[in-house]
C-alpha cells in the first residue's frame, strides 16, 4: 500500500513538471517575441529621427521585402524617402501605403505633402479633396494653403494660412510662407509683417530673413531689418538687398551694397564679387 502511494505521489509530481514545461516554454517565447517587437519599434524609431536618411531608406527598403504586409515599414519607407530628399520615390511609396489596408487620413496627407514637394498641384489637390471634412490638423489646413496658393485662388489661401496657424504652437513656418504668398501678390507691406512674425516666432528661419530683405528692397527699404543675423547671413542678405536695389533701377545704391557684402563676408563672397563686376563693367 505505501509503494502504490509512492508511485501515484511520483507519478501525480511527473504529471504536473510535464504539464508545466511546455507552459514555461510558450511564456519564455511569448516574452521574447514581445522583446523583438520592442526592439524592433526602437530601431524604427531611430531610423525615422536621427539615422542617415540613405540609411533609413536602405533598412526599411530591406524590411518592407521581407514583410511587405506591414503598413508600419511601408510608411517608414516613404518618411525615410522624403527626408533623403528622394521626392518623387517618396511619392510613389506613400501612394502604395495609402492603397493598403490599414490606411487612413494620416497617410493621405503625408502623400499630398509629398506631390507637392514634386510640383503635382492638382494630385495634391485631388489627394486632399479625398481627406474627410473632419480632419482639421495644422498639416490638412497647411497644404490646403499651399495648393490654393498655386491655383492663385488667394482667398482661400489666406483663409487656409491663417486656421494653420491658429493650430500651432511653432507657426514660423508657415508664417513664411503666407508672407511669400503676399510677396509674389506684390502686398510688400503685408509680406514684410508676415516675414517679422515668423522670425518673432523662429529666429533660426534664414528664408525668413531672406525674404523680408526682398519685401523691404521691393518697397526701397534699403537697410537691413532688425532681427539676429550671423556675419555670414548679413553677407548674403545685402547681396540679396544689393541686387534687389538693381533690379529697382538704384543702382548706384545697389554697388554699394554689394561692396559692403563682399568687404562683410568672412570668406571670399563669389556671387556678390562677380555681380559687383558685371556692374561696374557695364
Known sequence: MRQHLVLSASLIAAIGLSACAPRE???VEETLEELNVIDETNLNDVYLTVADPNE????????TSQAPDRIDLH???????????RNDEGANA????????????QD??????????????DAAKQTLDGVPPTIETYQRYRLEALVADANKDWKRADSFYETAVGLT?????????????????GQFTAAEKLFTD???QDRSLFTAKNNLVLARGAQRKYSLPNVPM??????????????SAVKQGDVETGKGLLREAVATHPQHFEEAARALQTLEGA
Request: glycine letters at 6%; hydrophobic letters at 45%; charged letters at 25%.
Open 25 to 27: 516554454k510558450l511564456d
Open 56 to 63: 533609413a531608406v536602405a533598412y526599411f527598403a530591406r524590411a
Open 75 to 85: 510608411r517608414g519607407l516613404a518618411q525615410s524617402l522624403i527626408r533623403a530628399k
Open 94 to 105: 506613400w501612394e502604395r501605403v495609402v492603397e493598403m489596408d490599414g490606411a487612413n487620413s
Open 108 to 121: 493621405k496627407l503625408a502623400l499630398a505633402d509629398a506631390q507637392i514637394r514634386t510640383n503635382a498641384w
Open 169 to 185: 504652437t511653432r507657426p514660423g513656418r508657415v508664417l513664411n510662407n503666407w508672407g511669400y504668398s503676399k510677396l509674389t501678390r
Open 198 to 200: 515668423a522670425l518673432r
Open 230 to 243: 550671423t556675419q555670414t547671413e548679413r553677407a548674403l542678405l545685402l547681396n540679396t538687398l544689393g541686387l
